[in-house]
């Protein structure tokens, strides 16, 4: 069994490919079941991780090669997007195994050590678990992915001086509002992102914050928290006007805020900006937005780009980081080689297990008929050693060229005299 991972992500591809790419919400275990019934015979493993940087596909397959192609085809075919290979990454056994390390780390995204991946690729593993596609490789090299990324926290800095994309948002948006206190935000969803958003701009103390979410449930709990109020989704065209600051982040597989939207908020406003950020992917906010005056559109990329001060100062835990992985990548590949031999050493037993109870049964029979006990002993020891040595005596006679070879494998196979008490030298026991 091989480890592949098949993806791409905020290095390879742009946001327009990326989202059309996801799979948000409930779609993920609609592709998983997908995924599975169509390549089940190459894929008797497989987890999808879908974020705002990254779709990346998980396989334990037998046959690598051919898995590669066909989840390609699969992913083009599912997303109905064109040719794919310029943009996915295709990382064989090792490499996907570091890959996960460092993924799960915070070393592969956007943010550098920023810690929502780490929740998002367990929703990942247990999304796999509940559609029944995580299997005892893909299994293993999660839990060790948790547990490195434990150990890089704690044993490193790489967090330390995270900036994340909710603070990168609070200070683009002092660049338009000087004074953040007097602004009105409308925060639309009501997950973890969102919430982290509405952290960093409630510690601003503006004179208004507002959640709109499609489950009046999950934006009360949020509102409370802040000491919000909440609006129906379905208020939005009307009410998008009253806000300074719009930021949203749902699992809608289509645009939210549209152009027309946004046109009649902003004749209505007069030209007062609003400052609006979109973290979803697919996209909440339709990217021709952008084009309006007087209206300051960042989408989840151009975050990216104001968070990636403080890098250099974050080098020397990076490095370190990396030292941990290497280690713990070694010992998973040291376990996958244990693996590989475990049915060869099953049927080995099973072999052995058979020829024992083969024999007994006819040295039973033996006495059973009346011979003598010790001519059936040494029946049955006779029996045993030749059969135990058949196989390796059949090995070196059909090897001539490799003789030398397959007499050390030999040597190495067969145990060593021990003797017995008998023989006049100390026993084993002694």
Not at 337 to 356: C, M
């Amino acid at each position: 069994m091989q480890i592949l991972t098949l993806g791409l992500n905020h290095q390879t591809a742009p946001l327009a490919l990326r989202e059309k790419v996801s799979f948000p919400g409930d779609t993920l275990r609609d592709a998983l079941n997908d995924l599975r019934g169509r390549l089940a015979r190459l894929l008797p493993e497989s987890a999808i991780l879908s974020t705002c940087n990254r779709t990346e596909i998980y396989c334990a397959t037998p046959q690598a090669g051919e898995a590669r192609v066909a989840v390609t085809e699969w992913l083009a075919d599912r997303h109905a997007t064109g040719k794919l290979d310029e943009h996915l990454y295709s990382l064989p056994d090792g490499q996907a195994v570091r890959h996960a390390f460092r993924v799960a780390s915070g070393l592969d995204s956007m943010v550098l050590g920023e810690p929502q991946i780490l929740g998002q690729m367990k929703d990942a593993v247990r999304a796999a678990q509940e559609s029944g596609a995580l299997g005892t490789h893909l299994h293993q090299l999660f839990q060790r992915s948790f547990a490195v990324a434990k150990e890089v926290r704690s044993s490193t800095e790489i967090g330390a001086h995270s900036v994340s994309m909710a603070a990168a948002a609070v200070r683009l948006a002092r660049r338009i509002f000087e004074d953040l206190g007097q602004s009105s935000v409308l925060f639309i969803g009501a997950g973890e992102m969102i919430e982290l958003c509405a952290t960093h701009f409630a510690a601003q103390h503006p004179r208004r914050i507002v959640i709109a979410n499609r489950t009046a449930e999950r934006a009360d709990r949020l509102a409370q928290q802040f000491g919000a109020e909440t609006m129906r989704l379905a208020d939005l065209p009307s009410r998008l006007e009253e806000f300074d600051i719009v930021v949203s982040c749902t699992t809608s597989t289509l645009p939210i805020v549209g152009l027309g939207m946004v046109e009649r908020a902003s004749r209505a406003r007069r030209r007062r900006p609003i400052f609006m950020v979109d973290l979803a992917v697919p996209r909440d906010i339709e990217a021709e937005v952008s084009r309006l005056d007087d209206i300051y559109l960042y989408t989840v990329d151009d975050l990216g780009r104001h968070v990636d001060a403080g890098r250099e100062s974050r080098r020397a835990a990076v490095a370190q980081a990396e030292a941990i992985i290497e280690t713990r990548v070694d010992s998973f590949m040291q376990w996958m080689s244990s693996r590989q031999v475990v049915p060869a050493i099953r049927s080995l037993h099973l072999r052995g297990e058979s020829i024992k109870a083969g024999e007994l049964e006819r040295a039973r029979r033996m006495l059973a008929g009346g011979q003598d006990p010790e001519q059936v002993l040494e029946a049955l020891a006779h029996a045993l050693t030749s059969k135990f040595l058949h196989g390796p005596t059949r090995l070196l006679n059909s090897h001539g060229e490799d003789r030398d070879r397959m007499l050390h494998l030999v040597n190495h196979l067969l145990p060593e005299r021990t003797a017995s008490p008998g023989d006049g030298e100390p026993s084993a026991s002694s």
